[in-house]
């Protein structure tokens, strides 16, 4: 069995970690040999964005980098679709592994299905229902050209089920709640972001922007650098990780802007830096999915920059909130969570093992592709043979 994972951007890689690792401990115990080859699109191309994340995860080396880059969307997009067609013909795999939502998802999944190669979804069924966003449009896609939906939640299945794609559909869990479960204590000990930013646990907040209707949108983005400067000023200090879109927008439209001394700009950061970071704020306010479901996972109270989240889980179970980008609803967001007891704050995702399985979703994402795959070979048999 010969699959090809199409990866591209940051949270992917994240995903990719414990799928690959399931994959290998499978072939050390024998049984259906699995092949894995690895396609980097080079949709983050920074060496903080992408290179470090294979080395410190360990991620086995991409057999194609395709060094696309940046740009609008359908110039990127189409660079992909051209450069996975060609590896896809030359390698003829059994199943294409896309995940979550960027273009380097819908690129992967449309070289596929045009060539008739089946596409297993990892992180399929979630839905914002904000056609404004690009990734939904890419979730909406690549889930109904997809031959099989690996389901995070129970709530990616009920929407799935909504759009009539329950056949074809299995809920394993979500792959980074593995990731987090496997890899918050090596964090705890690995990273020393706390020391080199002289950070007191539970007395700061982490900040995230990247999502193209904030970055892009000047009265959106002034919004939340006011809100930012605000906190900082007010209520506790703020730590930004400052994504390359994010720091090009504000250089290009706001280059006289300043943040406050107690809103601490750094350069982006590793997977266990984040982890930590995030391990020990008080709070985190972001637009980033992965981020809010890390927090979440983390018992880090999240304020969400958006007006809606895929994620509706974390809303439901008290651990997230939907702040939009105006000054002020942020910032009362920031003092209702800060007015909560510590003890409250400790404890505010009770639910992870029921809502996004229960830190096995790897090995069932494996277990899926199998079945997938050794029933598809049985029904090519029985057509050989003239049976029905």
């Not at 918050?184 to 007191?200: D, G, H, K, V």
């Not at 983005?221 to 504000?250: C, M, Q, W, Y």
């Amino acid at each position: 069995m010969k699959l090809i994972s199409i990866v591209g951007a940051r949270p992917q890689f994240l995903k990719l970690v414990p799928l690959a690792c399931a994959f290998d401990h499978h072939n050390a115990g024998g049984g259906e040999f699995i092949e894995h080859l690895i396609v980097h699109t080079g949709q983050h191309y920074d060496a903080d964005m992408s290179a470090v994340f294979f080395a410190e995860l360990e991620i086995p080396r991409p057999a194609f980098h395709l060094e696309v880059g940046s740009g609008p969307h359908g110039r990127q997009t189409g660079r992909m679709l051209e450069g996975i067609e060609q590896i896809l013909m030359e390698t003829r795999p059994t199943m294409v592994v896309v995940y979550g939502d960027t273009n380097s998802t819908a690129a992967g999944a449309l070289a596929a299905a045009k060539l008739h190669i089946p596409v297993a979804h990892v992180e399929a069924g979630l839905r914002s229902f904000n056609r404004r966003m690009p990734e939904e449009i890419n979730r909406v896609v690549v889930d109904h050209v997809a031959d099989l939906l690996l389901a995070p939640t129970p709530t990616a299945m009920e929407n799935l089920e909504k759009e009539g794609l329950l056949a074809k559909a299995v809920w394993t869990g979500d792959v980074m709640y593995d990731a987090v479960l496997c890899n918050r204590q090596l964090a705890r000990r690995r990273s020393t972001i706390l020391e080199q930013l002289a950070l007191e646990p539970r007395q700061y907040g982490v900040v995230t922007v990247h999502r193209a209707e904030n970055t892009d949108d000047e009265k959106r983005l002034e919004g939340l650098l006011t809100a930012f400067n605000d906190i900082a000023a007010s209520e506790l200090p703020l730590v930004f990780p400052i994504h390359p879109r994010t720091a090009k927008r504000l250089s290009l439209t706001f280059p006289n802007w300043s943040a406050h001394p107690q809103l601490h700009l750094v350069e982006p950061i590793g997977y266990f830096d984040m982890l930590s970071l995030v391990d020990h704020a008080r709070l985190t306010l972001t637009d980033s999915g992965g981020l809010q479901k890390e927090a979440f996972f983390l018992d880090c109270p999240c304020i969400t920059l958006r007006e809606e989240t895929e994620w509706v889980e974390t809303i439901r179970a008290g651990g997230n909130v939907l702040a939009g980008v105006e000054p002020a609803r942020i910032r009362a967001a920031v003092s209702a969570w800060k007015n909560r007891s510590q003890e409250d704050l400790l404890n505010v995702s009770p639910q992870s093992a029921t809502l996004f399985g229960d830190g096995h979703a790897a090995e069932k994402i494996k277990n899926a592709l199998l079945t997938f795959f050794l029933s598809r070979s049985s029904a090519c048999t029985a057509m050989a043979r003239g049976e029905k």
